[in-house]
């Protein structure tokens, strides 16, 4: 088997720790895999899977030239010859599948966003037929692929996109005297939701020092700086990017992510592997991994006088933060344990080889 593994970009985020992972599975269940990118984007997650040791083509163009992507896509893959495709997100997704169906090469493809564009939706539903199998990185995205694409259940499995480490850097817990350090990690975008988490932290009721660090770089950093200024927070710092996610983690005492959608949302999960509560916003599978009380909360997306009031409970008895997180620890290396990862993936693959 060659599989080439179809994707938007190469940029860094979400992607640099799980797809490296994905395709060590595709790899060691025998297939041949590389990866096929529309555009760079920052190349950061490229970094990664090269370290990985798969090779990376990436396309030298942007994010809307759609049908000169195309005659790359079917040029670069010509040539390479696989025998499989296997696609994520929309426009890798639509795109391959156009070149799967003019080269008769099989296409299975992921879907990982809770939210889609409505036009996207719609050419996702009427083209779904173009992809031999779907594959759901979540139980809530499992789920909604087969509500809004109307993928039967013979055609539609799901592959948990994270993978727990055991080893993973754990975090040190907080010791009185301490600020406590609340940590966030993701793209500033309005879909992570840091607005309501600024609207929030104007909010917060406690005596408890703290400070809140958002790792993460986008467009919307500058007004999120002019709102948390105009509200006199003067307790939340943008860190920009981290390239290691677990050395940020490692410093924290509390995680938290404003999210107004998610699918599994990788960094939360790699919040609680760390052995940080987590206060999350009610989405994705975000109320599936967090236990209420026990390894963090969950709050409805977009309030921010409930989020607020949940950090603020947190922030009340911070001795209680470490049990929290070896909870929130144990919960995520036992539902995300590497056996079941590597067993979805070669199930899929033997699923492909039928093909």
């Not at 269940?29 to 529309?38: H, K, M, R, S, T």
């Not at 950061?44 to 790359?72: C, I, K, N, P, Q």
């Not at 893959?77 to 639509?94: E, I, K, M, V, Y």
């Not at 050395?247 to 005492?253: P, V």
């Amino acid at each position: 088997m060659r599989i080439a593994y179809v994707i938007n970009s190469v940029e860094g985020g979400g992607a640099a720790s799980p797809v490296p992972a994905v395709l060590g599975v595709l790899r060691d269940g025998g297939a041949e895999v590389a990866v096929f990118a529309l555009t760079g984007r920052d190349r950061r997650g490229e970094v990664a899977m090269r370290a990985a040791g798969f090779d990376v083509h990436v396309r030298d163009g942007g994010e809307t030239d759609h049908v000169v992507a195309l005659r790359w896509l079917d040029a670069t893959l010509r040539g390479w010859r696989p025998t499989h495709l296997w696609t994520s997100l929309t426009r890798a997704t639509l795109l391959g599948q156009i070149v799967g169906a003019r080269r008769r090469w099989p296409v299975v493809s992921w879907q990982h966003a809770a939210f889609l564009k409505p036009a996207n939706e719609f050419l996702l539903r009427r083209m779904q037929r173009l992809s031999r199998l779907w594959v759901g990185d979540s139980t809530a995205v499992t789920r909604l692929t087969a509500e809004r694409l109307r993928v039967p259940p013979d055609r539609l499995v799901q592959w948990s996109i994270f993978r727990a480490d055991p080893a993973a850097r754990r975090a040190s817990p907080w010791q009185p005297g301490q600020p406590v350090r609340i940590g966030s990690l993701g793209r500033l975008h309005r879909v992570k939701g840091y607005d309501v988490l600024i609207e929030a932290l104007a909010l917060i009721d406690t005596t408890t020092l703290y400070e809140m660090v958002i790792a993460g770089d986008g467009a919307e950093r500058a007004a999120l700086e002019a709102r948390a200024h105009s509200l006199g927070i003067g307790t939340l710092r943008f860190a920009g990017y981290a390239a290691v996610p677990a050395d940020f983690l490692a410093g924290c005492h509390l995680y938290v992510q404003p999210s107004r959608s998610e699918g599994l949302c990788v960094a939360a999960h790699e919040a609680m592997q760390a052995g940080l509560p987590v206060v999350a916003s009610a989405v994705g599978e975000l109320p599936d991994s967090i236990v209420a009380g026990e390894t963090g909360a969950t709050v409805p997306p977009g309030d921010p006088v409930a989020l607020a009031a949940a950090l603020s409970a947190m922030l009340a008895d911070p001795a209680r933060l470490a049990s929290m997180g070896e909870a929130a620890r144990a919960r995520i290396l036992d539902r995300f344990a590497p056996d079941r990862f590597i067993a979805s993936g070669r199930a899929i693959l033997a699923r492909m080889r039928a093909f």
